[in-house]
């Protein structure tokens, strides 16, 4: 890349052209005997008929440069693209990377619009089926989009079809399995553990109700239980704060009584 900006009263000549992997490196010369490295893809070459010993101005040049630049960075964000969709904010913040112009970066993100590579309504459809793919909630639905740069108008128009109770048998199964996991807590234990993780994915308070009424909760919580008190009995002998604790942690009244006197 060219590390200062060329005078555009200067003539420059193409000293030396060099091929690296995709691109031509090419080195002007000035009248002063100041050398500027650039490089081009093979098509920018033959488009602006750069040879050896040609003679650009320097206005010339400073516009082939910028022309470059533009292209460089529309097929950056072309990848940036197909690697994963992203929205129009996502990509004029990318596009703030570069050195480019306000108006270079807007004719990009025309361009790609254009070419129907950046479309906010086509991304909304494909993160609502991800979404639904990994039962995710609507609140984290909503905010990941405001995230992004989509626009309330568009978020409105979009996400009353996302409907949670579409979603209620996936998310009991999923669930449901990760409840064995914690069979070894109380079932209150278990409820909350549940809860705090469907909360965090944005899943409304409703359908996480609607959730832990369709699970088959169960407990083995004996040994846990031994565990507890042996490690409470060690911070108090009080009997009524032992209590508390122990309710603290999930037990129930009717069976912390059935195993210590109180």
């Not at 750069?50 to 533009?70: M, R």
């Not at 992203?86 to 306000?102: A, F, G, M, P």
């Not at 449901?176 to 909350?192: F, G, M, N, W």
Request: proline share 1%.
């Amino acid at each position: 890349m060219i590390q200062q900006i060329i005078n555009k009263e200067f003539d420059l000549i193409v000293k030396k052209i060099k091929k690296v992997k995709n691109y031509y490196h090419v080195t002007f010369l000035n009248q002063d005997g100041l050398e500027f490295l650039y490089k081009f893809t093979e098509d920018q070459m033959v488009e602006n008929r750069i040879t050896l010993d040609k003679k650009f101005s320097g206005d010339d040049l400073n516009n082939i440069i910028k022309n470059s630049n533009l292209i460089e960075w529309y097929y950056k964000c072309l990848k940036h693209i197909l690697n994963k969709p992203r929205t129009i904010k996502e990509i004029n913040n990318y596009l703030d990377k570069s050195n480019l112009d306000v108006d270079s970066k807007e004719q990009i993100v025309n361009k790609l619009i254009e070419n129907k590579y950046l479309d906010d309504v086509v991304y909304i459809k494909y993160f609502l089926d991800v979404c639904k793919e990994k039962c995710l909630g609507k609140q984290y639905v909503i905010h990941e989009l405001e995230r992004v740069g989509i626009s309330s108008l568009l978020i409105n128009e979009y996400i009353d079809s996302y409907n949670e109770s579409d979603l209620v048998e996936k998310l009991t199964t999923k669930y449901q399995k990760i409840q064995y996991t914690l069979i070894s807590l109380p079932i209150l234990k278990q409820k909350l553990i549940l809860t705090q993780k469907m909360a965090l994915k944005g899943i409304l308070t409703t359908t996480i109700q609607e959730v832990l009424n369709n699970i088959e909760f169960s407990e083995d919580i004996d040994k846990t239980f031994e565990k507890d008190l042996n490690r409470i009995k060690k911070d108090t002998i009080d009997n009524n704060k032992i209590i508390q604790k122990l309710i603290r942690l999930g037990y129930t009244y009717d069976y912390i009584k059935r195993h210590i006197d109180v």
